[in-house]
């Protein structure tokens, strides 16, 4: 990767952390749909994975609450559980098959938050319960599971959790859990030696871009009425959904 090529990435790396502070995801398929024509997939891919733990600790920072950790470390444990065997079921997977149930999967919900969704007055915007129930955990193993097979954990999370909450609440819990996600990731490639030195001198170098998209994000998103963040997460859906299709 030359210098010319970080370059060409800021702009896209902006739009892809404007987007994840905006919707609470986003940035792994806008990287990977658009950044792997510039520099390669493995390489996006790579970066995408150092970028989105540095993300995700900054939107943890900037949306920090006083949540149980009685709901958030058994999520996170299920979450990480997933991943892990979503890696290890890679090679016994038909991938195709399943990349294009998971992609009809992610288009259904990314219409519905699109076209039928509606803002719901009940729903919590920024309470959280102090514990987790059983269904949560199963939703956020699956969705660990679907993120280490495919790349996309979005779906099941995302039509789960927008059914019981508000903006701010989802928002958090998608940082959250998506965070546990990356850092599985990164401590995977570092383990098996697929982390270079040059991807995370890459990644330094377009930090302050990144913050610059969360920072102009963060602000969108407290800006934008509940029935257009649902919106902007199901077009995100939309497109995720395309990208699985046509890989």
Known sequence: MSPINLLYLLPLIFLAYFLKATAGFGSMIVMLAVGSLIIGPVPALLLTAFLDVVGGLALLKIDSTKDSKRLWVPLSL???????????????????????????????????????????????????????????????????????LTGISAPPVLYYFANRFGKEALRRILTRIFLVESLTRITTYSLFGVMQLRIVLFGLAAIPVMYLGLYVGNHAFFKIPETWFRRLAGVIAVLSAIRLVTT
């Not at 559980?81 to 009809?104: E, N």
């Open 78 to 148: 299920a979450m990480l559980i997933g991943v892990a065997l979503g890696a290890l079921l890679l090679k016994l997977v038909a991938l195709p098959k399943l990349q294009y149930v998971l992609g009809v999967t992610l288009l259904v919900v990314g219409l519905w938050l699109i076209l039928f969704k509606r803002p719901n007055t009940d729903l919590p915007s920024q309470a959280m319960p102090a514990t987790h129930s059983t269904k949560d955990l199963i939703v956020c193993f699956v969705s660990g599971t679907s993120g280490g």
